[in-house]
């Protein structure tokens, strides 16, 4: 006899997946030269004092042709002298659950000084005190052969999180040009659309999970008596794949790693009035 995987649940609402976006921070440093409220710096100085992050209306050093991405401040860690550190900014606490996916957008401008390079490591953390979690492995080092760097975007995207999370921008210091950020965008991506109306489906689950070759999700019997579409959503809320499995066609779906790229997706199974049946998967 085949195992299948599930459970029956009863909801009482109805969510159907969108590209809902809303906007949990959007911080361009214009504060007239003080930094934002709730926003914390640390760091550890090898000598004494060291840079801390600011506010400031024009660059340093080799960077002091460089004025704010937008409007007339950006945030700096800068000193005037070659005091290695490094030197942590963090966001105010933001609550990150309930979303599919929250994206950290952001531009930046540092230079390479006669092979002494600045450069910015992300990561973030769900409580004051908890482990840092990189956003990126190596460090992203920044500019690293240019002459006259210019503002450059980069987007970094989160695929969890909790109603306390922090993102943690990691300064390491290492010239007297200094580290910029401005124009910093923090959106979560969630779902939309609520019926209010009384619907039993189930929790599904494809066998193995996480997919590393080819899955299999067994429908539950009575399911397949029917007409039944089943669709893929991408951590956006975009689907990224349809199936149209006719009544008595078939008591199973196949999910092979070559259909989608690696990831984490939610499935769903509906009939022609509500869902059915829905899941997780995970792309190896």
């Not at 990150?96 to 953390?125: E, H, M, P, R």
């Not at 975007?153 to 993102?167: E, K, L």
Request: charged content about 10%; hydrophobic content about 30%; some cysteine.
């Amino acid at each position: 006899m085949k195992k299948t995987l599930l459970s029956f649940i009863v909801v009482i609402t109805t969510v159907v997946l969108s590209n809902a976006q809303t906007v949990l921070l959007n911080e361009g440093f214009e504060e007239n030269g003080t930094m934002p409220s709730g926003w914390l710096g640390t760091g550890t100085y090898s000598n004494s004092g060291g840079p801390t992050w600011q506010e400031s209306p024009s660059g340093h050093g080799g960077l002091s042709y460089c004025s704010a991405h937008t409007g007339n401040y950006f945030g700096t860690l800068w000193d005037g002298g070659f005091n290695y550190c490094t030197t942590d900014l963090i966001t105010p606490s933001m609550n990150f659950s309930g979303y599919t996916s929250v994206t950290l957008n952001f531009y930046y401008i540092a230079s390479n000084f006669f092979g002494y390079q600045d450069s910015l490591a992300i990561f973030y953390k769900t409580s004051s005190s908890g482990s840092l979690i990189p956003l990126h492995i190596p460090n992203y080092v920044m500019q690293t052969n240019s002459a006259s760097p210019q503002w450059t975007s980069t987007t970094f995207t989160i695929s969890s999180g909790s109603a306390t999370t922090y993102i943690v921008f990691r300064g390491i210091y290492n010239t007297d040009d200094g580290i910029n950020l401005d124009d910093i965008k923090i959106t979560g991506y969630g779902t939309t659309g609520i019926n209010e109306v009384s619907n039993s489906k189930y929790n599904l689950q494809f066998y193995p999970n996480p997919v590393s070759d080819l899955s299999t999700l067994y429908i539950p019997e009575g399911l397949n008596e029917k007409d039944l579409s089943f669709t893929v959503y991408n951590i956006l809320g975009q689907s990224v794949m349809k199936q149209e499995i006719h009544s008595g066609q078939s008591s199973r779906i196949e999910l092979n790693k070559n259909d989608l790229a690696t990831g984490l997706y939610i499935f769903r199974l509906t009939d022609s009035e509500k869902i059915v049946g829905e899941g997780k998967v995970i792309i190896q």
